[in-house]
C-alpha cells in the first residue's frame, strides 16, 4: 500500500526527469575532487559521492521543482564529511533500534540543542528527522481539500499545481492511502528513508566501483574507456542517461559492484501468515518469521565462480558465458518481487555513477 503510493516517485522516467540536476551536481563534484586533489593531493570519495547522491535526491523527493533547496553538502566540504559521520553513526544505531524501536521516541523528545553538545552525529539524526516531520505538517497544511462549493474545480486546480512539483509528501497526500497514513509523523519517517537510505546506499556503491575500477584497472578501463568514448566524444560531453543505459560494460560494472558489495546485509524476515512452507524434509508452520542473507546468495560459488573476483564480463550477453542465465536468476541485491528495494532504478542507473564523467580526464 505504502510502496504503491511512491512508486512513480523511483520509477525510470522519474530518473529522466530530474537529469539536469544530475549534470549540475556532477559539475559541482568533478569541481571540488579537483580542488580536493590540487590541495590535499588526494580525494575522500566516500564523503563526496555521499554527498552527490544525497543532494541529488533530497532536492528531488523532497523540494520538488526547486533544486536550489537540498542539503547543499557539494557545496560545504565539512559540511559533507559531518553528514558522512551522522549515517555512520545512524547505521551503528540501526541494530539497536530494531530491538528496541522505543528508543526513537525518546531520542525525539530531547532537545537537538543538547544532543548537538553530547553526541553531535546523533543530534544531526534527531534534527533531520524534525526536519522531515515539519516538512510533511508544511505539505499537508499546503494541501487544499474538495469542498461541495462552486469553488471545487478552482480547489482542484490548486491541489493540482501543488502535487505537480513533485514532493514525496505531496505524492503520498494525493494518493487513496488512509488518512492514518498521512499523518506528518508518518509522512516525515518517508522522507527521512528517503535521504538516509537512498543517499547513503548509493553513495556507497559509487565508492565500491571506483575502487574495483581501479584495482583492476589493466583489464577494466580499457574496454571502459572505449564505450565511453561512444557517447562523451568530448571530456566535457554530458551524455544522456538513456545514451548511459545502452553501454552494456558499463552496466556489467554497476551490477558486478552491486553483487560484491552486498549492500543489505542483515536478514530481511517475511511472514507467510496462513500457509506453512515446505524446505527439504523441513515444514515451516504459518506465522513464522523466516529470513536468509542475501550477502550469501550474491557471492554462492556455485552461483558466481571466483565469486569474490571483480568480473564485469560475467553479465555480458554472449557464447562464452553460459552461466548468465544462473546469474541474473539470482541476483538479488536488492530482494526481488513485491519486497524489493523501490529506489533500485536509482542504484542501477548511471545516476549512481557520475564519476564515469571524469574517466575520460583520467
Known amino acids: 500500500m505504502r510502496r504503491s503510493a511512491i512508486s512513480s516517485f523511483f520509477s525510470k522516467r522519474a530518473i529522466a526527469d530530474i537529469e539536469p540536476w544530475i549534470h549540475q551536481a556532477t559539475s559541482k563534484l568533478l569541481n571540488a575532487m579537483a580542488q580536493q586533489q ?23 523527493a523532497l523540494n520538488g521543482s526547486n533544486p536550489q533547496k537540498t542539503l547543499h553538502l557539494l557545496d560545504d566540504e565539512e559540511k559533507a564529511r559531518d553528514w558522512q559521520k551522522t549515517i555512520a553513526a545512524l547505521a551503528m544505531l540501526t541494530a539497536l533500534v530494531r530491538q528496541a524501536p522505543w528508543l526513537i521516541g525518546v531520542a525525539l523528545k530531547i532537545p537537538v540543542g543538547m544532543w548537538m553538545s553530547i553526541a553531535p552525529p546523533l543530534g ?29 474545480k478552482e480547489a482542484h486546480n490548486s491541489l493540482l ?62 574496454p571502459l574507456m572505449k564505450e565511453l568514448e561512444g557517447v562523451m566524444p568530448k571530456p566535457d560531453t554530458q551524455p544522456l542517461l538513456r545514451d548511459l543505459e545502452q553501454l552494456p560494460y558499463l552496466t556489467a560494472i554497476i551490477r558486478e559492484t552491486l553483487r560484491l558489495s552486498a549492500l543489505i546485509i542483515s536478514r ?39 565469486p569474490m573476483s571483480f568480473r564485469p564480463e560475467r553479465w555480458l550477453e554472449n557464447k562464452s558465458n553460459p552461466n548468465l542465465e ?19 532504478k536509482y542504484a542501477t542507473s548511471p545516476f549512481c555513477f557520475p564519476s564515469y564523467l571524469s574517466f575520460p580526464n583520467v
Request: proline residues 8%; hydrophobic residues 40%; contains cysteine.
Open 38 to 60: 590540487k590541495r590535499d593531493g588526494n580525494i575522500e570519495l566516500r564523503v563526496n559521492f555521499l554527498a552527490i547522491t544525497t543532494d541529488v535526491i533530497a532536492a528531488h
Open 268 to 306: 530481511l524476515p517475511l511472514i507467510a501468515p496462513t500457509q506453512a512452507l515446505s524446505y527439504k524434509t523441513h515444514t515451516i508452520p504459518p506465522g513464522h518469521p523466516i529470513s536468509m542473507s542475501l550477502r550469501h546468495v550474491l557471492h554462492d560459488p556455485i552461483i558466481f565462480p571466483s
Open 124 to 152: 544531526r539524526i534527531v534534527r533531520l528527522s524534525k526536519d522531515m516531520r515539519q516538512s510533511a505538517q508544511s505539505a499537508i497544511d499546503e494541501m487544499p481539500s474538495y469542498p461541495s462549493t462552486p469553488n471545487a
Open 326 to 344: 544462473m546469474a541474473n536468476k539470482y541476483y538479488v541485491p536488492f530482494m526481488r518481487g513485491s519486497r524489493s528495494c523501490i529506489g533500485i
Open 161 to 222: 499545481s501543488i502535487v505537480n512539483r513533485h514532493n514525496i509528501f505531496h505524492t503520498c497526500l494525493k494518493s487513496s492511502l488512509p488518512p492514518w497514513e498521512k499523518t506528518s509523523k508518518r509522512l516525515g519517517q518517508e522522507g527521512f528513508v528517503a535521504i538516509a537510505a537512498g543517499g547513503e546506499t548509493c553513495g556507497r556503491m559509487m565508492t565500491n566501483a571506483i575502487y574495483y575500477i581501479l584495482a583492476n584497472r589493466d583489464r577494466v578501463m580499457p
